[in-house]
């Protein structure tokens, strides 16, 4: 099962790109780049402190915290490149044919890094990968939701107006950071400008957030995904409309029970998900602070689940059809 389940075509759609940052490349970049750490907080004081202190978050906040500090240490496009061509090297080894990557430009710009140095970074391992292992991707321009509806809007028109949109740099746009008391709503002024523009949507929704955080995605920030959605399980009418519509749940097993969301993978609504046919596909998130890959998130689900190759199958099929890469992509991946 385990050689079916790494040999299976799989598409990623839930991968914070700066959360594949690993300590030993976080520690390296820090060093070259001058970055100081914080030295008030013990758990930096070596790779090995750091990576026990990832096995502790007790919640979103808690692993955010880490993740912008984190991130501090990318300077340069190259940096950009190193770390993204890292991820594809890792997601290519797991099967990985096709892969829409977040990134987060406000946590970079914020800090004195341009937009376009972060871009410039990111699609140039873009390249390499497919050239290197026929591995497609697509970059998804998330915007911070602890920030302001404006700022999210200054960062969409600026991605705007250097073309990012039109000519396919960038194919969609979704929103994460701390989800509870920032609602979906509050960013569907750039939602509606985005859904005018035809380019593609998707939102944090129902990790910790209740499953009304999902319903408003959906009806007031039209978006055509959710990532996480696990609470969906928690609203049988919401389940029904989400099943019918094939809308996509990006789901990230590991992630949920690193950041407390559940207390083990059994806990995840992945069978009722399955009998009610919602579509869905497993992510690794934030793979270098949750403890895995995309591969090692298809085995905890089978451990936890023992999945049959035809449920596998629809997964991964399911997962190619809600994939945002052209139709010729998909028939040749299906
Ligand atoms: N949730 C919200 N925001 C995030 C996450 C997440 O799992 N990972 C990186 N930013
Ligand atoms: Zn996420």
Not at 285 to 294: N, V
Request: hydrophobic letters at 40%.
């Amino acid at each position: 099962m385990r050689q079916f389940l790494k040999e299976l075509p799989k598409c990623e759609h839930h991968l914070h790109i700066e959360g594949s940052l690993s300590p030993e490349l976080l520690f390296q970049l820090a060093a070259t780049n001058r970055i100081k750490l914080p030295h008030d907080n013990s758990a930096f004081a070596s790779i090995s402190t750091l990576e026990a202190r990832y096995e502790h978050f007790t919640s979103l906040d808690d692993f955010l915290h880490f993740y912008y500090i984190g991130m501090s240490v990318l300077i340069t496009s190259s940096d950009f490149e190193s770390l993204a061509y890292d991820y594809f090297t890792r997601a290519h080894k797991d099967g990985v044919h096709h892969a829409e990557i977040f990134f987060d430009p406000q946590a970079h710009t914020d800090r004195g890094i341009a937009y376009n140095t972060v871009v410039t970074g990111l699609v140039a391992a873009q390249q390499r990968a497919e050239k290197d292992y026929g591995l497609t991707s697509k970059l998804i321009l998330c915007f911070l939701r602890h920030m302001t509806a404006d700022d999210a809007l200054g960062t969409y028109k600026a991605a705007s107006s250097l073309g990012h949109f039109s000519d396919g740099t960038v194919v969609g746009i979704g929103l994460d950071s701390s989800e509870v008391g920032n609602p979906p709503e509050i960013f569907r002024e750039v939602y509606a400008a985005a859904s005018e523009a035809g380019i593609r949507r998707t939102a944090h929704a129902g990790e910790e957030g209740d499953p009304t955080y999902i319903e408003r995605a959906l009806d007031i920030c039209n978006v055509e995904r959710i990532d996480h959605g696990i609470r969906l399980a928690e609203d049988g009418a919401l389940l029904k409309r989400v099943a019918k519509d094939k809308t996509l749940l990006t789901v990230c097993p590991l992630s949920n029970v690193r950041l407390r969301c559940v207390s083990k993978v059994a806990d995840l609504p992945i069978r009722k998900f399955l009998d009610s046919g919602v579509r869905f596909s497993i992510n690794s998130d934030d793979p270098a602070y949750f403890g895995g890959y995309i591969l090692d998130n298809f085995y905890a689900v089978q451990e936890a689940f023992g999945l049959s190759m035809e449920e596998w199958k629809y997964i991964a099929d399911g997962a190619i059809k809600g994939s945002w890469c052209d139709e010729e992509r998909k028939t040749f991946l299906l």
